[in-house]
């Protein structure tokens, strides 16, 4: 940071991306060379004795060898020249390393020889053009193996010119000062990532609404990254230091409770937890409707959670394909019904239970089984979650719209990927439980999902609501940008939300994502490392965990810190004379905001994280509870964290292992309190 400008434009390195690429060439070079070298001392004197001794014998191999010793020799000096100088400084230091342009310069001008000399190496041994044979066997392969990885290496050069080329890196920034070049800009960008994703995800075209998914995708990523002159490596980099940050926060704030004698937040009495909720939110509930959630994946979870036995597992739940019924109540699935197979194994329902099973998987439109759940006397509609790259482009379609339905505010706002996915499936739903509930009148209605499936769960519900007004809804691991506050609070009474630990997803959002850019540019401004000590440092934590050292010596001055941008204060710079556009393609990163509704979590959220063991409980095996919970609020979600198990909190299989252990300590407690 900031990106690298060569040969009059941008890309997408910076100047202190060259550490580890100069020291993997250099040593792959220095084999090179010694090879090169005894062959050279091998084949020399025997370059005199060949039987053309001009340009097509001997004197054509001595000048192919001794240049190409001259050159791996060359550009083992430069390599670590461009080592040494990339290493030097901190990310935020350009100055220190302003000799990296022009010995990337000199670098790049040195493959016309490399590509000249490669030439001759491959008409001397794969040609019958050169009259000097080597009888030599080692010789032979050796020079034949280098003319070979030579090639693969140069179109590895090229390939890596491609990856970090930036087709708007002719742009001059800084000519940018007025609005109207921003905004033609800003579109320029979103074109480029709209061409990127038509070409990258062309079968996703014949989608009904794919094409404005890309457009709304490619303008969010447009938004969230453009001309902040940050590069992947620097994002990388600040979300090693995010950690590093974020545990150091963490330690101040119990150590700060521990001096006030604060109660603690969380707890790991359950009935406690549940003393003050309806009789509906309870454990026992959420976890016998989470198994619905995980069905509704079909056949591909199967095969995930059982990779060599699932087939076996889902083989007796197949239907043939002859023997399927003309008026099934599968759609969209193939000729075997192998996700209903998957449904009837994970739910262990048979098929007379469920009433209606969609598995048409297009952008804004996603699969949901309608159960007759005979056990608890209700009608249950389980939404799948994300599990394809047309999932994706729902989530990803972040924008807020304006959310209309009988008992929210005027203003209510919601996730535009997840209410266009709501209104889809309410178009097929209401048939199926207008039958429904004509056979079995008297049962309830609950919806449930987990991840994407959740939060169009909860958008469903509140389409329903006035007409079921009892209905309930089980949500596992929703999306932090779902709905607007006040809807959100509307929630509370009939949606009851299950979070595990440090989930990523159930922080993220918009505003989060924005959130983070902008702590990560303030964070990579704070470090005194450079950005090699970095990334070597995070391999470091990823295997051993967070050193208390690194807390304090990784920062310039750690009091800095303290010193963020809150929301507040982001906020206020939205004056009334900013227009939306403006602010959305603002140079000011604290200004710039993709959406201007916050959106959040729905329903009342029951938190669960694993309870830390202190002092002598790291030691000794006790029977204290693994897990501690409390019911959080929407803004406690608002900020990601980056965490060691931000992405495996989220899994469903996680979530439901959560729940089941904290029933099951529940009921040996209750054993061992009876009995005593």
Known sequence: MPALRLLGRKWLAASDDLVFPSIFELIFRFVWLVLIALVVEVIFPVTWQCRSEGWHGGAFVRLYLCSTLALQAVLMLLL??????????????????????????VKVFLVLPEIALNVMGTMWMFCDVIECSVSDKFSSIVIQSI?????????????????????????????????????????????????????????????????????QVAALLSALFRSTDLVPSDVVAGCVLL?????????????????????PIYTTDVNKVFSETPPWM?????????????????????????????????????????????????????????????????????????????????????????????ERESIVVAVRGSISLRDIFTDFTAGSEKFEADGLPEDTAAHKGMAMGAAKMLKRLMPVLDRAFQQFPHYDLILTGHSLGAGVAVLVALKLR??????????????????????????????????VGDDLVMRLSVHSIENLRTKVIQTIHATKLPKYRILLNGFGYALFGVPARDLESTWRRPEDLETNHSDDSTDALLVPSVSTEAA??????????FSSARLFTAGRILHIVRRKRMGIEKKVRTQEPTYEMRWACPEDFMELQVMPRMLL????????????????EKQASYRVTHIV
Not at 492 to 498: C, K, N, P, Q, R
């Open 584 to 593: 959305l393609v603002s140079r000011n990163v604290f200004v710039r905001r």
């Open 80 to 105: 670590a020249a461009l080592a040494m100088q990339s290493a030097r400084g901190t990310i935020t230091d350009v100055d220190q390393r302003r000799l990296v342009s022009p010995l990337l310069v």
């Open 649 to 664: 909190d989220h899994l469903p299989e996680n979530v439901y292992r959560t729940i089941d252990t904290v029933l099951k």
């Open 282 to 374: 309870n454990l026992e509930d959420a976890l016998h409707y989470l198994k619905l959630s995980i069905a509704a994946y079909g056949w591909p979870y199967v095969i995930y959670r059982h990779c060599f036995t699932g087939f076996c597992k889902l083989a007796r739940h197949l239907t043939c394909c002859c023997c399927r019924p003309k008026n099934s109540i599968v759609t969209d699935d193939n000729c075997c019904l192998c996700h209903f197979a998957g449904v009837k194994y994970m739910s262990s329902l048979s098929a007379d239970d469920i009433i209606f099973a969609s598995f048409n998987n297009r952008v804004f439109e996603l699969p949901f089984c309608v159960i007759a759940d005979h």
């Open 243 to 263: 950690r590093v940050r974020q545990k150091r926060e963490t330690r101040e704030m119990r150590r700060i409770q521990m001096l006030n004698d604060e109660e």
């Open 147 to 215: 003319v070979l990885f030579n090639w693969v290496q140069l179109g590895l050069t090229v390939f890596g010119l491609f990856m970090v080329f930036d087709p708007l890196g002719s742009v001059s920034y800084g000519d940018m000062q007025d609005t109207p070049n921003q905004v033609r800009h800003h579109r320029k960008v979103t074109g480029l990532w709209s061409r990127r994703f038509r070409w990258l995800f062309c079968w996703l075209k014949r989608d009904e609404h794919g094409k404005e998914a890309f457009q």
């Open 466 to 499: 006035p007409r079921y007004p009892h209905l309930k809804v089980y949500a596992f691991s929703t999306p932090a940008g779902l709905i607007s506050r006040e809807a959100a609070r509307y929630t509370e009474s009939f949606v009851m939300t299950v979070g």
